[in-house]
């Protein structure tokens, strides 16, 4: 059975109908790319996958559980983790303690022991740490791990983000555009990182623009155009549609 | 991390080897005043910063929580008889709910809007203080019976500074416990980004209703205390000067600290007492404060200094 299976998914703006009708299905432990022009609805498709948006319409289901609408916590506690376009990090924290906050829901959580600082919280801080160093050498920040997080580098902060996604866990890791703004150095290191990630058995999708980082790790790729899906196949499939040539070279134009 | 525990443990120390020094080299009983005055604004202080300084909502209605713990604990007392311990816990119970109650509405609300439904929670309950005469005494304010705990009564301001000392303490030590405890992480990410901070798997909502309950709590506490200490309380307490005078404490300090809460405390409460025509001014100087430490020092007195022994 698939992991993810979105049915007939649509979001109206006003009127306007950001993301129209999508239904695809997602194969656990693949990487999965959704490409399209600007404007096409990739980055909103994520946030209702997510749930940062409401959907006007459609279903969303996590391993045959409906997941339509839930909150970004709840999807969390369900095993979706997730990026953002614009690095959404914790400033004022220090790089490890972004990471410790996406091992929020593995934590002792519980009033009473933290307000009284009881040694439960400091072993969960201290596994939480532990944890969070791994992630980060993983991500290649392990020198950075005390610094505020603040400070990093545009293309630091969206490994820092996938070290924090990692953190809960994930079964589903959502990326949006974890390439944008990088140098090929950069984007060399983050494509061995993702195919790391799914060799760990995590299910990823993707949005992205770099067509080499699309084409080296998807396993399959959903083309959207005008919020609509245009075609949806193995990265060769895709290539040799029509139809997504049509829209690719109409954009260029 | 490790260094953050040690200037944790040396901040606790620092504050208690502070608090045990300061009744010797304090020159009469008016300082000890003073002294305990500034704890009990420290206390509400500390509770506001966890509201304010660590999850980043703010709060200008804060002072009808402090009121209301100063008015339960006085009618319970004065016209209802009971012992004051009680009608302490019972305002804690009340200012919990009430709290409790108005946090989700409140909280999802942000910034200007934040700001606005705080202050009308204030002048309602600051209102209803002045209004309810009956019960209250209305704008003249209300005699409050003695504390009594266990029989025992605080029979002087030396008394009265050991036990506003040890809740001081025990308030900072609280505060600074959570705020290294993933919920206290949780508040922080939440304060930089909502959405960040959810796709982690923190309950947003929960979280602030938490923290709002707590600075509540906090703020009810330093009430009832400072109603049994000054014996007499008007509405003016719960007022929305003195709600200002909080959030101005809590900011001249430093955001998100709690040594900065107490600090700043300490300085605004000091201040106006030991300079008489400062108490003239005193309106004035807490707007100038407040508009010079944003203009000048935004990360408060303690942050800042901190930050300044760290670079050498």
Known sequence: MSLLEVQSLSKTFGGVAAVAEVSFELEAGHVHSVIGPNGAGKTTLFNLIAGAVRPSGGKVRLDGADITGLAPHVLAERGIGRSFQTPQIFAAMSVAENVMVGRHLRLDRRLLPSLLGMPAVDRANRAARERAQLLLDQVGLGQEADRPAGGLAYGAMKRLEIARALAGDPRLLLLDEPAAGLNPTETAEITALIQAIAAAGVTVVLVEHDMRLVMAVSDHIIVLDSGRKLADGTAAAIRADPAVIAAYLGQAQ | ?312
């Open chain 2, 1 to 312: 991390m490790i260094r953050r525990r040690e200037a944790r443990r040396g901040g606790l120390g620092a504050l208690a080897a502070v608090l045990l020094v300061l009744p010797f080299v304090l020159p009469n009983t008016y300082y000890l005043n003073v002294a305990i005055l500034a704890g009990l604004n420290a206390i509400a202080c500390i509770g506001l910063n966890l509201l304010i300084g660590y999850a980043g909502q703010i709060s200008l209605g804060h002072a009808a929580f402090f009121g209301i713990g100063a008015y339960v604990s006085a009618i319970l007392t004065a016209g209802q008889g009971w012992p004051p311990v009680l009608a302490l816990l019972a305002a804690l119970v009340l200012n919990g709910a009430l709290a409790f109650a108005v946090a989700r509405p409140i909280l999802r609300l942000r910034g200007h809007y934040l700001a606005m439904a705080t202050l009308g929670l204030g002048i309602i309950v600051a209102i209803v203080l002045a209004q309810e005469v009956r019960l209250t005494g209305g704008p003249d304010g209300m005699p409050v019976p003695p504390l009594v705990l266990l029989g025992w009564s605080p029979p002087g301001e030396a008394a009265w500074y050991g036990i506003v000392a040890v809740l001081l303490w025990i308030a900072a030590w609280l505060s600074l416990n959570l705020a290294r405890s993933p919920i206290g992480r949780a508040l922080a990410a939440l304060n930089a980004s909502e959405i960040a901070a959810a796709t982690a798997g923190v309950d947003v909502a929960r979280h602030k209703s938490l923290v709002f309950v707590l600075s509540a709590l906090y703020a009810s506490l330093a009430g009832s205390l400072f109603a049994h200490y000054a014996g007499f309380i008007t509405p003016a307490k719960a007022g929305f000067l003195q709600s200002v005078e909080l959030v101005t404490m809590v900011v001249l300090g430093g955001m998100a600290s709690t040594f900065g809460a107490v600090v700043g405390a300490a300085i605004l409460t000091a201040l106006p007492q030991i300079f008489a025509t400062f108490h003239e001014y005193e309106t004035i100087a807490l707007g100038a404060i407040l508009m010079g430490i944003m203009i000048f020092l935004p990360r408060g007195l303690v942050p800042s200094l901190a930050r300044l022994a760290g670079r050498r």
